[in-house]
């Protein structure tokens, strides 16, 4: 499941953040019939977003009309009616829309429809923006997205439970260092171990979602799942150490670990039922004021292994398609949403894509997990998933089912050489 449906099934499910829904709104299922986008050489363009990215890009819209004249009509098409329009108009080569938020997994996907943007990738530009982003959006040499916005999963704890005299005498007592924010994976389990207990877990472990398990993968030093050559290395040691590790976590989880998702384990934590999660950061922010944890939760960067500090980025890119009749508006707005890219964080949502942009709000009350979050984009072992338009199925038919498998109990070993004869197959 990508980065971006998975937030929208969490606000959807949890109340994070009203504004992003998988419905559409607005245009109806369809959004309007595909013409040629604006008409050309106008200062009208559309731009198609999934649910809720209207929200985000509202601010960069207003600015953008000020500044340059250009203005936006937004068509907002739930997760996998967005990607059917796009394959459908892309294929046909006549096109309703003059920009396209994509998300990451489809850049392989879609990456001959649409213009390359090398001119807007400046030297500036690019050392603004995360290392992992910049890679991911050069494809075959040439720059074909600007990320809008971005996230990673960070640690979350419980700061009361941290704070306490007596948690903290106990855990001294018990492990012989003291308790606060986990800066390695053994006290994570260490602590994890420690505040399961009186019906409350230590943590959480996603059995259907592959992204945690795959940061793991990273911080032992290896790509996920292919290298860069299209070879399957998921079988290799550093994916068996990851998985192997992320398995030992059951024992402070939950019960039921292989059908705890994004939306079951923010629920989890939010209710008070664990006392650490690793969450998307825009999750810090949108805790609701009535939840038993408000006020009460700090952040802190993802752990690193071997290889350092690593996470799995969750970005979304701003497009022109090659059909476009209006690519000069398109091209302008797509510079105003780099340009005014912090106006995304006074959004519901909450993210951009600029590491000024969150340094600019890092040190105010509220954002705290900002810092954590910069620090785990800009690891050097940060990357973002493999560069093939057959990530979402192998995630879907591969990945998930493995993970379900493994955190049930299944031999670790077998199930990740089945895995690599599967996704083999996948790529033939």
């Given at each position: 499941m990508s980065t971006r449906n998975t937030i929208s099934k969490l606000v959807t499910l949890g109340g994070l953040c009203t504004a992003v829904a998988l419905a559409a709104t607005g245009c109806g299922a369809g959004g309007p019939a595909p013409s040629s986008g604006g008409s050309a050489g106008s200062s009208s363009i559309n731009v198609l977003v999934e649910a809720g990215g209207h929200a985000e890009l509202t601010g960069v819209a207003e600015q953008c009309k000020k500044d340059t004249g250009v203005e936006a009509n937004f068509v907002e098409l739930p997760y996998d009616g967005m990607f059917n329009r796009l394959s459908s108009e892309f294929s046909s080569g006549n096109v309703s829309f003059d920009v396209a938020a994509l998300d990451s997994v489809w850049l392989?996907?879609?990456?001959?429809?649409?213009?390359?943007?090398?001119?807007?990738?400046?030297?500036?530009?690019?050392?603004?923006?995360?290392?992992?982003?910049?890679?991911?959006?050069?494809?075959?040499?040439?720059?074909?997205?600007?990320?809008?916005?971005?996230?990673?999963?960070?640690?979350?704890?419980?700061?009361?439970?941290?704070?306490d005299a007596k948690n903290k005498a106990d855990f001294q007592a018990k492990y012989g260092y003291e308790l606060a924010a986990p800066t390695t994976w053994k006290q994570y389990q260490d602590i994890s171990e420690f505040f399961t207990k009186d019906g409350m877990y230590g943590t959480d472990v996603k059995g259907a979602v592959e992204t945690e398990w795959l940061a793991h993968v990273l911080q032992a030093g290896s790509p996920m799942v292919l290298d860069q050559d299209n070879?399957?290395?998921?079988?290799?040691?550093?994916?068996?150490?990851?998985?192997?590790?992320?398995?030992?976590?059951?024992?402070?989880?939950?019960?039921?670990?292989?059908?705890?998702?994004?939306?079951?384990?923010?629920?989890?934590f939010n209710q008070g039922k664990t006392a650490m999660t690793r969450f998307w950061a825009h999750a810090y922010r949108q805790i609701p004021a009535d939840a038993p944890v408000a006020g009460k939760v700090g952040a802190a960067a993802m752990i690193g292994g071997s290889a350092g500090v690593a996470g799995v980025p969750g970005p979304w890119y701003l497009a022109v398609p090659k059909a476009t009749k209006n690519t000069e508006a398109a091209k302008k707005f797509v510079k105003c949403a780099y340009d005014y890219n912090s106006l995304g964080i006074d959004s519901k949502l909450g993210l951009a894509s600029r590491i000024s942009a969150f340094e600019k709000y890092q040190d105010q009350p509220g954002y705290e997990s900002f810092k954590p979050l910069i620090e785990t984009l800009n690891a050097p072992a940060t990357a973002t998933r493999p560069a093939t338009a057959k990530w979402q199925q192998i995630v879907d038919t591969v990945l998930i089912p493995l993970l379900q498998k493994a955190v049930a109990g299944g031999d670790t070993s077998a199930l990740l050489a089945d895995a690599k004869k599967q996704v083999q197959d996948l790529l033939k």
């Open positions: 392989p996907s879609f990456k001959d429809a649409v213009q390359t943007i090398d001119e807007l990738f400046t030297d500036d530009v690019k050392k603004d923006i995360f290392p992992a982003l910049v890679k991911e959006a050069n494809v075959d040499g040439h720059f074909i997205g600007l990320p809008a916005w971005t996230n990673a999963e960070i640690i979350l704890y419980r700061k009361d439970l941290f704070e070879n399957v290395v998921i079988d290799n040691a550093a994916h068996k150490e990851a998985l192997d590790f992320y398995v030992s976590l059951a024992k402070s989880a939950p019960t039921g670990a292989a059908q705890v998702d994004w939306a079951a384990a923010q629920n989890l």
